[in-house]
């Protein structure tokens, strides 16, 4: 409490909004002042349902660990799926991709390379000069899909983002959510009016129950389709 005290003096208490809808849904409000981009959500089902194994969660963090990302990071046929869905996004936008592993991103950049489709890598091991040159392209547009692992969660502003592919799965709300903030920024903050969240965790469940997404899809109020191309809303 003393320090509370101490620097009290110098906080700054924002005014926000005596009404309704923001004491409601402070989110909800948020988004439909232009402050937050609208999420639009599809859950991509890649293969059988699959039960981590409590061997795969981490003590401390109460999350899936890196082993069981290597595992998913090896999958050929969840990576061939997730390639395939990549090639269908639309030439011209820009797609933030979170790997399961530093190689996994790596593996997924150079395939899109191949592919005529411009891309780059993002690790804690890419020096700062070159990540500030690829996060530069990315935002002119001259990079398509910019693949990183645990680097670009918080701190990182590229607001014109138009597509999010979690690869990544997790247990924890605050990763989720630190995930999907950077294509969540509105355009009074300069973002977008939409952002398309692509997960490939569907078939991925914890005690039988699903991941983070599940949680984040309820408390945002996020619309969630079957196909970008059809708009179609789930029911």
Same mark, same amino acid.
């Given at each position: ?12 208490h924002?005014?926000l909004?005596?009404i309704e ?8 409000y ?6 937050l981009?609208e999420?639009?959500?599809?859950l991509s089902k890649?293969?059988?349902t699959?039960e981590?194994p409590?061997?795969?969660i ?8 890196? *082993?069981? #990302?290597?595992v998913l ?7 061939f ?5 990549? !090639?269908? /996004?639309p ?7 979170y ?6 991103a790596?593996?997924l ?6 592919l005529?489709r ?7 091991e890419?020096p ?8 530069a392209a990315f935002?002119r547009?001259e990079? *398509?899909? #910019?693949?990183n ?8 502003d590229a607001p014109?983002t138009?597509h !999010?592919? /979690?690869c990544?799965?997790t247990s924890?709300?605050i ?15 300069g973002?977008?009016?939409q ?13 039988g ?7 984040f899809?309820k408390?945002? *109020? ?12 789930i029911?």
């Amino acid at each position: 409490m003393k320090l509370v005290d101490e620097f009290d003096a110098y906080l700054i208490h924002p005014t926000l909004p005596n009404i309704e809808k923001y004491q409601k849904n402070p989110l909800l409000y948020f988004r439909e002042e232009g402050y937050l981009a609208e999420p639009i959500f599809l859950l991509s089902k890649d293969g059988e349902t699959v039960e981590v194994p409590d061997e795969y969660i981490d003590n401390e963090t109460d999350d899936i660990n890196s *082993e069981y #990302l290597k595992v998913l990071a090896e999958d050929r046929e969840r990576n061939f799926h997730i390639i395939e869905y990549m !090639l269908t /996004i639309p030439t011209g936008t820009s797609t933030l991709v979170y790997a399961c592993t530093v190689e996994h991103a790596e593996f997924l950049s150079m395939m899109m390379n191949s592919l005529g489709r411009k891309s780059a890598v993002i690790s804690a091991e890419t020096p700062k000069q070159i990540r500030r040159i690829h996060i530069a392209a990315f935002k002119r547009g001259e990079i *398509e899909f #910019l693949f990183n692992y645990g680097v670009l969660t918080t701190g990182f502003d590229a607001p014109k983002t138009d597509h !999010l592919i /979690i690869c990544r799965p997790t247990s924890s709300q605050i990763l989720y959510e630190q995930m999907v903030g950077r294509g969540l920024r509105g355009p009074k903050f300069g973002g977008t009016e939409q952002c398309k969240i692509i997960d490939f965790s569907q078939n991925i469940t914890r005690h039988g129950k699903p991941l983070a997404y599940a949680r984040f899809i309820k408390d945002w *109020e996020v619309q969630q389709v079957k196909s970008f191309k059809e708009d179609e809303v789930i029911v």
